[in-house]
Structure formats: C-alpha cells, structure tokens
C-alpha cells in the first residue's frame, strides 16, 4: 500500500469549500447549478423563443394576439426549465449509484433513457402549464378529446426529440470536452489565443510498479477509477481537464485578479487527497493498493489553438507546460506530494492551513534557466 501523507488527519478542512465558497451544507444540484449559470439562462432564452415560434407556427387556429404570445413563451421557458432541471439531475449525481448504472450502459442506451425520464417531465410540466396559462375560472376549454389525441401526442414526440438533441450535445461535450465543442461552433481557438493559466500536473505514483504487480488490465481499471475520483474535487474547484495522458491528468485555471482565487488550485489538491483517502476502503477492497499521487504547479503564458481536422483537440503550448510537467518530475525525485513554483506563489494568498516550504532555486531538465520553487504542506494542527 502507499502511503499517504502524514498529516492526513485535517482530511476534509480544505475540501468542504468549492471554488465558489460554498459550503458543503450547499446540496450538489444547487453547487453543479450555481457553477454553470449560463447553461441556465441559455436553456430559458431558447425556450422562450420556441414557445413564440409554436405559436405562430402551429396554434394557427388560437388568437395571435400578445397575451398568447406571452403564455406560450412562458410555456416555453416551463418546458425548457424543465429539461434543464432533469439534465442537472442527472449530471449532479453522476457519482451516484444511478450515475454509475448508467455509465455501464452503452451511449444510446443511456440517451434512450434520459430522453424518456425527460420526456416524462415534459409531459407532466406541460399538462402542469397548460391548467395554469390556459385554464378560466369556470371551465377548460381546451380540456377535450383532441387534445389528449392531437396536442399531447404532439408535446411528447417533440419532448422526446428536444429530448434526444440535447442529450447528444451534452454527451459530445462530455467526449470531446467543452471548451473544445464551443472552439469548433464559435471558432474561438481556431486562431493561436494567448492566456495566463496555472497548470497543474497530477501524476499516480508508482504505476510501473502496479503495472508489473497487479497486470495491464488492472491497473488500466486502477487508473480510470483514480480518473474518475478525482474529476469531482477538480470540477468543484473550477478547474478544467485538458488531458489524461496515461497515468497523468493535465489541469488548467484562468489566472485570477484576486490573489484568494488562485489557491484554487492548491486546495483542489488536497481535496483529492481527501476524497481518495475517503475510497480507501473501495479501493483496497477492488485493488488492494490505495493510489498514491503528486503534482507539480507553475503559472504563466499559454498558448492554445485548435488543432487536428478528423479529430479536433485544443493544444496547450508553451514553457509554461513544460515547467509544470517538469516539476512534477521533480517530485518524484525530492520525494515531495506537491511543488509550486514561485511565480504561481506570488499570485496567490496562502490559506492558514496550508504550509509553503523555503524556497529552493532548481534546475529543470531541458532548462537553461534555473527556477525557484516550494513545497506545499497541509499543517500539521489542521
């Protein structure tokens, strides 16, 4: 078994903060929501116009006056809300039991399935919206045989395909990563971009070794297991995964204004700690080892393009990758959990509970120029 770090009793003291600072009393549908606002807005605005084009397509028999107008695009923020809603379900508890039943199925089973959750939520939220926007006081007019046999059937084969259409994009931007998805719609990185990042390089320690103990295919499982752990700390921190390169992930922040912000990154470190030290039991139980793991971090210019026509990736270039790569070899070497460097530690504030290191002038392989750099601790009365 590897061994973790020492002071690993203030487990939990760091990650019980998201990037936001929310507290962990904040359920994780409301945290996944809070941390994506602009889905939301997106979903209401489109539904918005859907339900005027509805109206103005297809109830051609219903006065087209603006008080119609209105309802149906109230109706239609209802129905897109709903599917929204149902999405974030879905997304927030990915690490659920249902989460995980799910992820066994193949792609167009799980699609499949989601569509007709939500389509069952559509069909409950529009008979819903459609008492409260269209029911008078003394009846309901549009309560009659055609339509439960026209409207309604109507609602849930167009809910099924909304249905269908957006759980693709949303399986696309899982697969190929949603920076890369909106570079290809809006061209944003099809042009070289120069952007300010921390980079983090997080390596599993020790995988040779478990390769040649446990086998190829265990270790595979190891690794996409460790992967998958410790996606959750890395989204809660507002960090974004470029890559997984064998046993490596590659993690990127925008540098922040606010010194505070960009402990981000730190702090997301330890909450991985912490959530793997919270699956030891998993782990020991289904591979006998508990991972262990460091990284390095350095701050700095990047340069990111799109690049590849049969597949399409962004490509992160610059000293400021190879550094952070370096470091995290340095690691390796010093027997050190976490090194930084010192123009990542000039751009932050460092929190009470995390201990940086003196600061060592190295020299990295491939560099001409030395680099300063710290050790970074949890302390030990966390």
């Known amino acids: 078994m590897f061994p973790q770090q020492k002071d690993g009793a203030g487990a939990g003291r760091i990650s019980g903060r998201s990037e936001g600072g929310a507290g962990s009393e904040r359920s994780i549908f409301v945290r996944y929501a809070f941390r994506r606002p602009g889905l939301l807005t997106a979903s209401l605005t489109i539904g918005f116009v859907v339900g005027i084009a509805y109206r103005y397509l297809v109830e051609d028999t219903a006065p087209r006056d603006w008080g119609n107008y209105l309802r149906s695009g109230v109706h239609g923020v209802g129905l897109a809300f709903t599917v929204w809603s149902v999405q974030t379900v879905f997304a927030s508890n990915a690490r659920s039991r249902l989460g995980s039943a799910l992820r066994k199925l193949p792609l167009w089973a799980e699609l499949i399935v989601r569509s007709l959750v939500i389509t069952a939520a559509l069909v409950i939220a529009g008979v819903a919206l459609q008492f409260l926007l269209y029911a008078e006081p003394l009846g309901l007019r549009w309560f009659t045989k055609d339509w439960f046999t026209v409207t309604l059937p109507r609602i849930v084969a167009i809910g099924f395909a909304i249905s269908l259409v957006f759980g693709s ?214």
């Open 169 to 382: 994009i949303t399986e696309l931007g899982r697969l190929v990563g949603g920076p890369v998805l909106t570079s290809v719609i809006l061209g944003t990185y099809q042009r070289p971009v120069r952007e300010d990042l921390i980079v983090m390089f997080l390596d599993l320690a020790g995988s040779t070794w478990l390769a040649e103990k446990m086998g190829e295919l265990e270790v595979h499982d190891l690794i996409t297991r460790f992967f998958f752990d410790v996606d959750g700390p890395i989204d809660d921190h507002a960090g974004t995964v470029h890559a997984y390169v064998g046993d490596e992930v590659i993690v990127s922040w925008p540098v922040a204004r606010e010194p505070s912000r960009n402990t981000r990154c730190i702090k997301c470190f330890f909450a991985i700690e912490d959530k793997i030290n919270c699956l030891r039991g998993e782990y020991e139980r289904e591979f006998g080892v508990l991972p262990s793991f460091r990284a390095g971090l350095h701050a700095g210019p990047v340069i990111v393009s799109e690049c590849g026509d049969v597949k399409r990736q962004l490509a992160y270039f610059g000293d400021t990758m190879n550094v952070a790569a370096r470091l995290c070899e340095h690691c390796k070497e010093a027997k050190q959990r976490l090194v930084i460097s010192s123009a990542l530690r000039r751009l932050m504030t460092i929190p009470p509970d995390i201990e940086v290191g003196r600061r060592e002038t190295i020299l990295l392989r491939g560099r001409v120029e030395p680099i300063e750099i710290h050790g970074v601790y949890r302390c030990a009365s966390a």
